[in-house]
């Protein structure tokens, strides 16, 4: 599908390979005809979705954790409720001996797939010296998450020891990754949807609270309890940040990032 935009800016045009440089609140990377004709010129682009392989892996991450998440939660043999209820709960073989199996395995395949997707930001990177170091810096932090993520699937709950490092620097490096690229390099990108980046503030905010309510109540890791909902505050974390990785790989194929 095609679609003609009004070009409202100035600039030169180069008819040999179609290029068009100009300064004006729009810019469009690809160019694909142009018509000289009108007194109005337009600039025709592309509509049609561009599914990259990051924006692929972003999707997959969601997609992947969702399905053996809940697949797990069928196979728990006790009443599981999400609100005061761990999801490492879901990964320990004594407590959900016969799904405890899918749940690790979610985490490592999200892990694995979140490497690529942050990998790939650098579509977004902009001749801006100071957006391209946050964007870099928010893609090394991802691939630091995507890895403490494998290693929570590695190290279950019964190795508390290494389940508790490996989950903590996730979410740590995750929350960190949030914060450097929604509120940085992309929320300025005139690719960048809007409504992504609200969506993600709000993220930001919800893992903010868990991480401060944790740090609370931290004598309760690991264990069931019926008053504090600090599990539940985990699942929001986990999930709405997913969501949000998600969103943005719509937003990258939808825009042909």
């Known amino acids: 599908m095609w679609r003609w935009l009004p070009w409202g800016g100035t600039g030169n045009f180069n008819f040999n390979d179609l290029r068009v440089n100009w300064t004006g609140t729009h810019f469009f990377p690809i160019i694909y005809d142009i018509y000289p004709e009108s007194p109005s010129p337009y600039i025709m682009t592309s509509t049609a979705w561009k599914w990259s392989l990051s924006s692929i892996a972003g999707m997959a991450a969601l997609i992947i954790y969702s399905v053996f998440t809940f697949t797990s939660v069928a196979l728990y043999p006790a009443p ?3 609100i005061y209820d761990w ?17 690790n395995t979610g985490c490592i395949l999200t892990g694995i797939v979140l ?3 942050f990998v790939g930001l650098y579509r977004w990177y902009e001749p801006i010296t100071w957006k391209k170091i946050l964007l870099f810096a928010g893609q090394a932090v991802g691939i630091f998450a995507g890895v403490a993520l494998i290693m929570v699937g590695v190290f279950p709950e019964t190795q508390i020891a290494s389940h508790m490092l490996a989950a903590g620097l996730m979410f740590k490096a995750l929350f960190v990754a949030m914060v450097i690229l929604n509120l940085g390099p992309l929320f300025t990108h005139p690719r960048f949807m809007r409504w992504v980046g609200y969506y993600g503030v709000v993220v930001v905010f919800i893992d903010l609270t868990f991480v401060v309510v944790l740090l609370m ?16 505050l985990e699942w929001a974390a986990v999930f709405s940040s997913l969501i949000w990785i998600g969103a943005l790989s719509y937003n990258m194929a939808k825009s042909g990032v």
Request: proline share 13%.
């Open 80 to 82: 599981y409720n999400p």
């Open 115 to 117: 490497v690529p997707f």
């Open 217 to 232: 109540y931290k004598d309760i890791l690991g264990a069931f309890h019926t008053t504090v909902p600090v599990p539940g």
């Open 87 to 103: 999801l490492s709960n879901l990964g320990n073989d004594n407590f959900n001996p016969a799904g405890a199996f899918f749940f």
